[in-house]
């Protein structure tokens, strides 16, 4: 915990001045693509980036210790909102996608590392593979193009109109604008799970305890309870870095069916250089990330109290 | 009594009667329903509702004309005919026969805004203090950037009486008009009730326009509810709403459009245009002011040289460039297309490689190297990947060695706006521009008082002749003399080749079959009220 927040600061740092790297300003986007540069002086100096750098900095992190990440240039609405609302619109499809790609990934990993080198091995190899290297957003294009265009089971895109705050998983209506994106998400978690869960098993298969087990008369099934348990530190770490990946959105995704979440939200603040949406989301992404960790380490040790010890 | 179970009865007939004339009525009204209207927009968010919308001009075209009006508006009502200027919540103007840099606009009466208040000529003056004036109450940064291109004229305003307006501008301008048709005017009552708080404004916008703001889901949808009082009978919107949805794949409009979730899309990519064709979808297209071409670099050789203007010119093959993008353009010989009022007869250089090769030679540059800034897409850029490799494919077969320097559209709107100082080494760049009116049209691309970073005209291009043209432009008030005066400029502008002329964009978009009554107009602005969706 005591690291959090440095880490988060650090974050934000190379995020700001990342941002003004880039080339091209902010405000260049929002003002008509007219708008002289003696406009767009004025329009700056009315939102303060005609001041230094560190200064803008600072106000911004002055504000940020208050709770306040400011108001997005393009949409004039609180980032904390825009964010906010952009997270809970992702947790949706993570929590149909996270789920779905622990239960399948860790099954495939599992049951390839019972049958090591065995065809049913290389098949669920290969399968976790496919879903590693496959676009997840031509995924997604085709999945439309399969179950909303040809076959019209779902819909193409967008999200349900869904009141703020709510999760909007359990009835159809809205239900049904989420199966497409969460395959799309999922597919890349699936594979990395999956091929994660198998190296783990593989590797407590290998570990002594196991011969001495089995040497001991203990059955299958117990011998499993065990490498499981013990290949389950690894994969929960893996866990959380996808779920902190998934959190993240993916723009492209999101951008192939309108989804308004936070790959979505990211795409659009950095092609608007709107700077204090991209901290923004940059900010609580980052946060995310070392929240997920820490959960993942404190899981880990309960999970396998020898960490504990080291 | 019989009388009275007589008059009993006649009582319940009579209700009866007129019960069922109510239902029947009610019947008509649903059965007069003309659907919901449900477009796809390429816009990457919905456009703002606090007046002057951002989203360029889809914005305008979908929120901006829709919630609100302006003094001086665009005719869309007419596909075969240029769009030109009509009134709107002014009825007539004219310039001020004892200073011609003092515009009298006469304004309807009888508009409310939606809020209810009267539209009076203090709102207007109102709402030019709201764009311009910081130290007033109403001034909102976000919306005076928004205003800012079309106001760069203006002076100051004045309210004659409730229903006449005056409106100064710094320098003689016969073109003002045009710049007022962009600036929405939005209610000061509703702004004053919630106390210049614009972003509660946004959430309950008020305008005297054809439709009302019915919600927002940011991000996703708005939808937009007929305005049954407004002011424009003929222009009251047909169907019973319109839904706004931000789709800025094109891939993800087509594939919406094909499984029914919208009914419209704009600027279907040219690849799906026979799969939508063959779903029984409307192609709609026409000639409207919007040229893709390349804006050229006058400081730095090679193309000070006229020849070698020339020889860029000569060297595209538009009919190529037309079979690239499935025919969805008109080749492009000028800055204006060929239907503008002010097109002239301009000198067409018809493709023609052996001349580009022989200008080039004649100029001694062969090979020629030349740099291209162009983006890899964009607002307007169209096709820009395929559409530059095409043109440098072209350029190089006549002797051009062409270099694609490409960036993201943000960073060659900066490229564009700080000129060709900030950037000597770009040799041209890629950036299409709307030519609605004279000024955004011609002036703004070759007024030495417009170089960049003060204007538009990126390269540096200055010529006497056109500078001596502008000035009797902007003190010509005769529009028959102007419109002479512009062509003038415009074949002058072909003369000098000063840019390369390669296409213009024809607006695409794909209607469901059950829309009906569209009239594209040759703008990039489109009247929807009339649309009606059949079941």
């Given at each position: 915990?005591?690291l959090a927040?440095?880490?988060?600061v650090?974050?934000?740092v190379?995020?700001?001045?990342?941002v003004?790297?880039?080339?091209?300003?902010p405000?260049?986007?929002?003002v008509?693509?007219d708008a002289?540069?003696?406009?767009?002086?004025?329009?700056?100096h009315?939102?303060g980036?005609d001041?230094?750098?560190?200064?803008?900095?600072l106000?911004?992190?002055?504000?940020?210790?208050h709770?306040?990440?400011g108001i997005?240039?393009a949409?004039?609405?609180?980032v904390?909102?825009?964010?906010?609302?952009?997270?809970?619109?992702?947790l949706?499809l993570?929590?149909?996608?996270?789920?779905a790609a622990?239960i399948?990934?860790?099954?495939?990993?599992v049951?390839a590392a019972?049958?090591?080198g065995?065809?049913?091995?290389?098949?669920?190899?290969?399968?976790?593979?496919?879903g590693?290297?496959?676009?997840?957003?031509?995924?997604?294009?085709?999945l439309v193009?399969?179950?909303?265009?040809?076959w019209?089971?779902?819909?193409?895109?967008?999200?349900?109109p869904?009141?703020p705050g709510?999760?909007?998983?359990?009835?159809?209506?809205?239900?049904?604008?989420m199966i497409?994106p969460?395959i799309s998400?999922?597919l890349?978690?699936?594979g990395?799970?999956?091929r994660?869960t198998?190296?783990a098993?593989?590797d407590?298969?290998?570990?002594?305890?196991?011969?001495?087990l089995?040497?001991?008369?203990?059955?299958?099934?117990a011998i499993?309870?065990?490498v499981?348990?013990n290949?389950?530190?690894?994969?929960?770490a893996?866990?959380a870095l996808?779920f902190?990946?998934?959190?993240?959105?993916?723009?492209?995704?999101e951008t192939?069916?309108?989804w308004?979440?936070?790959?979505?939200?990211?795409?659009?603040?950095?092609q608007?250089?709107?700077v204090?949406?991209?901290?923004g989301?940059?900010?609580v992404?980052?946060m995310?990330?070392?929240v997920?960790?820490?959960?993942?380490?404190?899981?880990?040790?309960?999970?396998d109290?020898?960490?504990?010890r080291? | 009594m019989?009388?009275?179970?007589?008059?009993?009865?006649?009582?319940?007939l009579?209700?009866?009667?007129?019960?069922?004339?109510?239902?029947?009525?009610?019947?008509?009204?649903?059965?007069?329903?003309?659907?919901?209207?449900k477009?796809?927009?390429?816009a990457?968010?919905?456009?703002?509702?606090?007046?002057?919308?951002?989203?360029?001009?889809?914005g305008?075209?979908?929120?901006?004309?829709?919630l609100y009006?302006?003094?001086?508006?665009?005719?869309?009502?007419?596909a075969?005919?240029?769009?030109?200027l009509?009134?709107?919540l002014?009825?007539s103007?004219h310039?001020d026969?004892?200073?011609n840099k003092?515009w009298?606009?006469n304004l309807?009466?009888?508009?409310?805004?939606?809020?209810?208040?009267p539209?009076?000529?203090s709102d207007?003056?109102?709402?030019?203090?709201?764009?311009?004036?910081?130290k007033?109450?109403?001034y909102?940064?976000?919306?005076?950037?928004q205003?800012?291109?079309?106001?760069?004229?203006?002076a100051?305003s004045e309210?004659?009486?409730?229903?006449?307006?005056?409106?100064?501008?710094?320098?003689?301008?016969?073109?003002f008009p045009?710049e007022i048709?962009y600036?929405?005017?939005?209610?000061p009552?509703?702004?004053?009730?919630?106390?210049?708080?614009?972003?509660?404004f946004?959430?309950?916008p008020?305008?005297t326009g054809?439709?009302?703001?019915?919600?927002e889901?940011?991000?996703?949808?708005?939808?937009?509810v007929?305005?049954?009082?407004?002011?424009?009978?003929?222009?009251?919107?047909?169907?019973?709403?319109?839904e706004?949805?931000?789709?800025?794949?094109p891939?993800?409009?087509?594939?919406?459009?094909?499984?029914g979730?919208?009914?419209?899309i704009?600027a279907?990519d040219?690849?799906?245009?026979r799969r939508l064709?063959?779903?029984?979808?409307?192609?709609?297209?026409?000639?409207?002011?919007?040229?893709?071409?390349y804006?050229?670099?006058f400081v730095?050789?090679?193309?000070?040289?006229?020849r070698v203007?020339?020889a860029?010119?000569?060297?595209?093959?538009?009919a190529?460039?037309?079979?690239l993008?499935?025919?969805?353009m008109?080749?492009?010989?000028?800055t204006?297309?060929?239907?503008?009022?002010?097109?002239?007869?301009?000198v067409?250089?018809?493709?023609d490689?052996a001349k580009?090769?022989?200008l080039?030679?004649?100029?001694?540059?062969y090979?020629?190297?030349v740099?291209?800034?162009?983006s890899?897409s964009?607002?307007?850029?169209?096709?820009s990947?395929?559409?530059?490799e095409?043109?440098?494919?072209?350029?190089d077969?006549v002797?051009?060695?062409?270099?694609?320097?490409?960036?993201?559209?943000?960073q060659l709107l900066a490229?564009?706006r700080?000129?060709?100082d900030?950037?000597?080494?770009?040799?041209?760049i890629?950036i299409s521009?709307?030519?609605?009116?004279?000024?955004d049209?011609?002036?703004?691309?070759?007024?030495?008082?417009?170089?960049?970073?003060h204007?538009s005209?990126w390269g540096?291009?200055?010529?006497?002749?056109a500078?001596a043209?502008i000035?009797q432009i902007?003190?010509?008030?005769?529009?028959?003399?102007r419109?002479?005066?512009?062509a003038?400029?415009?074949e002058?502008?072909n003369?000098?080749a000063?840019q390369?002329?390669v296409?213009?964009?024809?607006?695409p978009?794909?209607?469901?079959p059950?829309?009906?009554?569209?009239v594209q107009a040759?703008?990039?602005f489109q009247?929807?009220?009339?649309v009606t969706?059949?079941?």
């Amino acid at each position: 915990m005591a690291l959090a927040f440095p880490i988060a600061v650090g974050v934000s740092v190379v995020c700001f001045a990342l941002v003004y790297i880039a080339p091209g300003d902010p405000l260049e986007t929002v003002v008509p693509s007219d708008a002289t540069a003696a406009t767009i002086a004025v329009i700056k100096h009315a939102y303060g980036f005609d001041k230094p750098l560190a200064i803008q900095y600072l106000i911004w992190l002055g504000r940020v210790l208050h709770g306040n990440l400011g108001i997005s240039i393009a949409t004039n609405r609180p980032v904390s909102l825009e964010v906010g609302e952009a997270l809970v619109n992702t947790l949706r499809l993570v929590a149909l996608a996270m789920p779905a790609a622990l239960i399948i990934g860790y099954a495939m990993g599992v049951a390839a590392a019972r049958y090591p080198g065995r065809m049913l091995d290389r098949i669920v190899s290969g399968l976790a593979m496919f879903g590693i290297s496959l676009p997840n957003y031509w995924v997604g294009v085709v999945l439309v193009i399969v179950f909303a265009v040809q076959w019209p089971l779902l819909p193409a895109t967008g999200m349900a109109p869904i009141a703020p705050g709510s999760i909007g998983m359990f009835n159809w209506s809205d239900l049904r604008f989420m199966i497409l994106p969460a395959i799309s998400l999922a597919l890349i978690p699936t594979g990395i799970i999956a091929r994660s869960t198998r190296a783990a098993v593989l590797d407590v298969l290998s570990q002594d305890f196991v011969l001495t087990l089995r040497a001991k008369g203990l059955d299958e099934e117990a011998i499993t309870r065990h490498v499981l348990r013990n290949a389950l530190p690894q994969v929960i770490a893996v866990v959380a870095l996808q779920f902190g990946y998934l959190m993240g959105g993916s723009i492209l995704v999101e951008t192939v069916f309108s989804w308004p979440g936070t790959g979505y939200l990211l795409g659009y603040a950095i092609q608007n250089r709107d700077v204090p949406l991209l901290q923004g989301i940059v900010l609580v992404l980052s946060m995310i990330f070392v929240v997920t960790n820490l959960i993942a380490d404190l899981l880990q040790v309960r999970v396998d109290p020898r960490l504990r010890r080291g | 009594m019989k009388s009275d179970s007589f008059s009993s009865n006649h009582r319940w007939l009579r209700t009866l009667l007129l019960l069922s004339v109510a239902v029947s009525a009610a019947d008509v009204s649903v059965a007069h329903a003309q659907g919901v209207l449900k477009i796809g927009m390429t816009a990457s968010d919905l456009p703002i509702t606090t007046g002057n919308p951002d989203q360029g001009f889809e914005g305008y075209r979908f929120v901006g004309y829709n919630l609100y009006d302006s003094l001086v508006e665009w005719d869309l009502s007419s596909a075969t005919k240029p769009s030109v200027l009509v009134p709107g919540l002014a009825t007539s103007w004219h310039v001020d026969p004892n200073d011609n840099k003092r515009w009298i606009f006469n304004l309807r009466q009888g508009v409310k805004w939606d809020d209810g208040c009267p539209f009076v000529a203090s709102d207007v003056v109102w709402n030019l203090a709201h764009l311009t004036d910081p130290k007033s109450a109403q001034y909102y940064a976000a919306e005076a950037a928004q205003a800012s291109s079309y106001l760069t004229n203006y002076a100051s305003s004045e309210a004659i009486d409730d229903h006449t307006v005056a409106i100064t501008t710094k320098r003689v301008d016969s073109l003002f008009p045009y710049e007022i048709s962009y600036i929405l005017l939005v209610s000061p009552c509703r702004a004053k009730a919630l106390n210049y708080n614009w972003q509660d404004f946004a959430n309950h916008p008020s305008g005297t326009g054809p439709y009302l703001f019915s919600r927002e889901i940011p991000h996703q949808e708005m939808d937009l509810v007929p305005n049954k009082n407004y002011w424009n009978k003929a222009r009251i919107p047909k169907q019973d709403k319109v839904e706004l949805f931000p789709m800025p794949d094109p891939a993800t409009r087509t594939a919406a459009l094909l499984s029914g979730q919208v009914n419209w899309i704009e600027a279907p990519d040219p690849d799906s245009a026979r799969r939508l064709k063959a779903a029984g979808m409307q192609i709609i297209t026409n000639t409207y002011p919007h040229n893709w071409d390349y804006q050229l670099n006058f400081v730095k050789s090679p193309f000070t040289d006229i020849r070698v203007r020339q020889a860029a010119n000569y060297a595209i093959n538009r009919a190529d460039m037309k079979a690239l993008l499935d025919g969805m353009m008109i080749e492009g010989y000028s800055t204006v297309p060929p239907s503008t009022p002010y097109y002239g007869h301009p000198v067409e250089y018809k493709f023609d490689p052996a001349k580009a090769t022989a200008l080039l030679k004649q100029a001694g540059c062969y090979p020629c190297n030349v740099v291209f800034g162009i983006s890899s897409s964009g607002s307007g850029q169209m096709q820009s990947l395929s559409m530059n490799e095409l043109v440098k494919e072209q350029l190089d077969a006549v002797g051009f060695n062409v270099k694609l320097d490409t960036m993201d559209w943000n960073q060659l709107l900066a490229v564009g706006r700080n000129g060709v100082d900030k950037y000597p080494n770009l040799s041209a760049i890629n950036i299409s521009h709307q030519s609605q009116d004279p000024f955004d049209a011609l002036i703004r691309l070759v007024s030495t008082s417009q170089w960049a970073p003060h204007g538009s005209n990126w390269g540096h291009y200055s010529n006497k002749d056109a500078d001596a043209l502008i000035t009797q432009i902007y003190g010509e008030f005769d529009a028959q003399k102007r419109t002479a005066l512009l062509a003038k400029l415009n074949e002058l502008m072909n003369v000098q080749a000063m840019q390369i002329f390669v296409a213009y964009d024809v607006n695409p978009r794909a209607l469901s079959p059950n829309v009906h009554g569209f009239v594209q107009a040759q703008s990039w602005f489109q009247d929807i009220t009339s649309v009606t969706i059949s079941p």
